[in-house]
T-cell receptor, first 112, second 118 residues
């Protein structure tokens, strides 16, 4: 059974804190993605990675960075969390043949 | 500019009836793909159906079918014989090339919340 696992379902952080969101996939996929989901806006792409140590900005990269040191792991980093980064964060990996995305369960981040 | 437009924030349907969820898209690529995902209240994203731009037949998967009208750039999802478990958020998505041109990413619409009433 294919699986994308996000390390934390719920996080509460304070403004200015550094936040790590981790994502692990067991499907040997090359492509991995971080989205944020907000009501009325759907899913917006923050960053994605097409190989180890390779990354590309999505549509809303400001305030975020990513790390891909191993193929199975893709981390999203908020260097200094702000209240407008309160959101649901979804990680996904992509099956190359079909283009289908497999999603994790999401991490709901609240920044106070 | 909006690439994927879902004009219906919410829809209601009676159990056992069919419902159509609208999706229009904007792309200049000749080769692209369209996806529909379902997100129940539990939050997981569930893949429903895929349509490639060169596919001549409309995609079908069980009770789901995709009404693909290429000239109108629309890819509406049709759910037949609605069930209570179909109540969820539904997202239309399109595969498009990245700015660098080398890779594909999925961009999503804002979603439609479907409520199925008994």
């Amino acid at each position: 059974d294919v699986k994308v696992t996000q390390s934390s379902r719920y996080l509460v952080k304070r403004t200015g804190e550094k936040v790590f969101l981790e994502c692990v996939q067991d499907m040997d996929h090359e492509n991995m993605f971080w989205y944020r989901q907000d009501p009325g806006l759907g899913l917006r792409l923050i960053y994605f990675s097409y190989d180890v140590k390779m990354k590309e900005k999505g549509d809303i990269p400001e305030g975020y960075s990513v790390s891909r040191e191993k193929k199975e792991r893709f981390s999203l980093i908020l260097e200094s969390a702000s209240t407008n980064q309160t959101s649901m964060y979804l990680c996904a990996s992509k099956e190359q043949a079909t283009g289908e995305l497999f999603f994790g369960e999401g991490s709901r981040l609240t920044v106070l | 500019a909006q690439k994927i437009t879902q004009t219906q924030p919410g829809m209601f349907v009676q159990e056992k009836e069919a419902v159509t969820l609208d999706c229009t898209y904007d792309t200049s690529d000749q080769s692209y793909g369209l996806f529909w995902y379902k997100q129940p209240s539990s939050g997981e994203m569930i893949f429903l159906i895929y349509q490639g731009s060169y596919d001549e037949q409309n995609a079908t998967e069980g009770r789901y079918s995709l009404n693909f009208q290429k000239a109108r750039k629309s890819a509406n999802l049709v759910i037949s014989a609605s069930q209570l478990g179909d109540s969820a958020m539904y997202f239309c998505a399109m595969r498009e090339r990245t700015i660098s041109g080398g890779y594909n990413k999925l961009i999503f619409g804002a979603g439609t919340r479907l409520a199925v009433h008994p």
